[in-house]
């Protein structure tokens, strides 16, 4: 089966996304930019096609320069780039009612859900892995699979597919994945009907690169409205624009590429008026919102044209689409040796291009040139269909929690200043040496000719080093890595203030009106509560998980789940023992962690326990999406009722030894015990004949 990530053409995957049946663009969507104060689209094809000709005419003569400047060099400079697609598919494969209901998910914004792994609908569970749908009945008091389905159509060849995230609105599932021998974004439709019975009802392929994201998710929930973001990666030596330009086509039981129809016209492509680099790629970066609601699903797709480089936040009204270039750091050759008698050239000076004559003798990589600021743009997409808005700015979020839209008129925006985006482990990446926060007031978008000002930007302390996290929680930004952790009122000016949890900043999560630290310091697994006052954030509880690390690094990992003003319960994967994880990926496909749960009162912990998964494991004749790209364990509250998804088990914990503490940190045995498990795997037929009752 081919591997995930490998059908992309130089550096990290990236996914164009378009709309389905019936959302051609009207004449009225580009008038409506006439307004100085919005984005203009193209006027034509034509001068679409005018403005990627002359960029790509560019970068072919910048090529060819280059060519002859570095051929007489044994070691070529070269730029750093985000991973190489083989090695980083090969690294992949290698580890191979909801909205209306009370929500399981832990989203970024209430009232935007999120694509995930397991969502409720009434009185059932509706859970997606390894290319099939399940539901379980959990409504009143009970525990019980109902029904699985494949997550694709029917009589389709699943093979090269993954199907990542799912979605409920009413009665429908939406399935969103990626098929590389399809080439493009599947959105798999289905009808959950009485007693949880699930059924087919179709699908569309959507001609796009990939869209995977460590961190973040492609589609959103708001209401009955599906959004879901996707670059499509244009490069000067590659196929022609025209022949990647967003596209779709509805499964009719085959399919060639003949069939994609384009469905994103130039006049709904926009960009500010930066020039093209033609040193680097180029993306249409589009946004499709789609009306789950009516009888047929209905589309409209818009699209910013940049820099390859991207972050992808959604608030409650608008779609914002952060544009980067990407880092560039320039190696300077030199003599490992100067040879004795023989005549050197001038050595060049640090940050400077190395000279068209070859020195004598082997070379040697010297000091890299400082990597250069990352040019950028942040743009903002409506998502009641009025004209898209832009500003120029300076740096790279993180990932999209470095992103909030505050209701007061405001965006505010962590940055650092250089980055990777957030495709693939972009924003796991180390980034550059400086960071600040974008405070910008709305009305400041425009035409995308104007540009963030002094004013708009505060100056923070760093974090060095890789995986950096970071969120918006009440009045303040927390921010941390792994040797350090700061705290600002981001709509203040005041002075940050230092941290010291005392171990790595490797999740930050909201607990109500205060916040937690989780990280690990040495073997062990530390949670540290913060009190976020008026004023100032004060470490408060801590717990110590022993010889434990996270077993989920995504968000929806987590969960908190408020039981009075000043305590709650979290639940949160965790692994013991070395090597069962790779990043936010299990090793062992059908492996899985334990949910560790804590119960939090006046900002201190107890342990409740944990509820953990059966060693044992069995063959599921997985044919789709064999690796939990996504995880495959979360915590789960359900009223007064705690479970634990593990793989394919769903374990209900009880709560013994329930009552108020008699003083600070003094508890009354307060536990949780596993209740009952059910398994929902899917049934094999018997094998050569013979029935296994171990399968």
């Not at 320069?65 to 083989?86: E, H, T």
């Not at 008091?141 to 799912?166: I, V």
């Not at 098929?179 to 179709?202: H, M, N, P, Q, V």
């Not at 940190?665 to 050569?688: C, K, Y």
Request: net charge positive; hydrophobic share 40%.
């Amino acid at each position: 089966m081919p591997t995930r990530r490998l059908a992309l053409t130089l550096s990290v995957s990236l996914l164009a996304a378009a709309s389905l049946p019936g959302c051609a663009a009207t004449a009225s969507s580009a008038a409506a930019a006439d307004s100085v104060r919005t984005l203009r689209p193209y006027r034509s094809e034509a001068e679409l096609q005018q403005a990627l000709g002359q960029w790509r005419s560019q970068a072919e003569k910048l090529q060819l320069q280059r060519r002859r400047d570095r051929a007489p060099l044994a070691m070529q400079a070269a730029p750093a780039a985000p991973p190489a697609p083989a090695a980083a598919a090969a690294a992949k494969s290698a580890d191979s009612a909801g909205a209306a209901a009370e929500s399981i998910t832990n989203v970024q914004t209430a009232g935007v859900d999120e694509g995930g792994i397991v969502k409720r609908a009434g009185d059932y569970l509706v859970i997606l892995r390894r290319g099939r749908l399940f539901t379980v009945r959990v409504g009143g008091d009970a525990l019980q699979p109902a029904a699985t389905l494949d997550a694709y159509a029917p009589n389709a060849d699943p093979g090269g597919a993954w199907y990542d995230e799912l979605l409920i609105s009413g009665n429908t599932v939406v399935v969103v994945g990626y098929s590389y021998a399809r080439g493009g974004t599947e959105i798999g439709l289905f009808e959950l009907g009485d007693g949880g019975a699930l059924a087919y009802r179709a699908t569309y392929h959507l001609r796009s690169f990939d869209y995977y994201s460590a961190r973040n998710y492609a589609s959103r929930l708001i209401g009955r409205k599906l959004v879901f973001y996707s670059p499509t990666i244009l490069q000067p030596w590659g196929p022609q624009p025209a022949q990647l330009m967003p596209g779709v086509r509805r499964w009719q039981g085959a399919a060639t590429p003949a069939e994609f129809e384009r469905i994103l016209p130039a006049t709904r492509i926009y960009r500010t008026d930066d020039e093209f680099d033609a040193t680097q790629p180029l993306a249409l970066h589009t946004v499709t919102a789609c009306d789950l609601g009516a009888a047929e699903m209905r589309c409209e797709s818009t699209a910013v044209l940049g820099p390859a480089g991207r972050v992808f936040y959604v608030s409650q009204g608008s779609v914002y689409v952060w544009t980067s270039s990407w880092p560039r750091r320039r190696v300077v050759l030199q003599p490992a040796t100067p040879q004795a008698g023989v005549p050197q050239p001038a050595q060049p000076q640090p940050g400077t291009v190395p000279p068209t004559v070859p020195p004598t003798g082997p070379l040697v990589a010297a000091e890299p040139a400082p990597a250069p600021q990352s040019l950028s743009a942040v743009f903002r997409i409506p998502l009641d269909g009025t004209t898209p808005t832009a500003l120029k700015t300076a740096g790279v979020p993180i990932d999209q929690l470095s992103f909030l839209e505050d209701g007061r008129g405001f965006l505010h925006v962590l940055l650092r200043d250089s980055g990777f985006g957030e495709g693939m482990w972009g924003s796991d990446r180390g980034g550059g040496g400086q960071m600040a926060l974008l405070r910008v007031p709305l009305s400041a978008f425009g035409d995308g000719r104007g540009a963030a000002q002094r004013e708009h930007y505060r100056v923070l302390p760093a974090v060095a080093g890789y995986g950096l996290q970071n969120r918006f929680i009440g009045d303040w930004l927390l921010w941390g890595g792994a040797n350090a952790a700061w705290a600002t009122r981001y709509a203040d000016a005041g002075s940050p203030q230092a941290l010291a949890p005392g171990h790595a900043v490797e999740r930050i999560e909201a607990m109500g009106a205060h916040a937690v630290l989780v990280g690990n310091a040495g073997k062990d697994l530390l949670f540290t509560s913060l009190r976020l006052g008026r004023s100032e954030v004060a470490l408060a509880g801590s717990h110590v998980q022993a010889g434990a690390r996270q077993g989920e690094t995504r968000t929806h990992g987590f969960f908190f789940r408020a039981t009075g003003a000043e305590e709650g319960l979290l639940g949160l994967p965790v692994l013991g023992g070395p090597g069962t994880r790779r990043g936010a990926v299990l090793a062992g496909a059908q492996g899985s962690a334990a949910v560790l749960f804590l119960r939090q009162r006046n900002l201190d912990f107890h342990a409740l326990g944990e509820l953990g998964a059966r060693a044992a494991t069995q063959d599921d004749g997985c044919k789709a999406s064999c690796v939990d790209w996504y995880g495959n364990a979360r915590p789960i509250f359900l009223g007064e009722r705690v479970f634990a998804l593990m793989g394919y088990e769903l374990v209900e914990g009880r709560l013994e030894g329930q009552g108020s503490a008699r003083g600070a940190g003094e508890r009354l045995g307060e536990r949780i015990d596993e209740r009952r498990r059910i398994s929902f795997a899917p049934h094999l037929a018997a094998r050569n004949g013979r029935y296994s009752p171990f399968n």
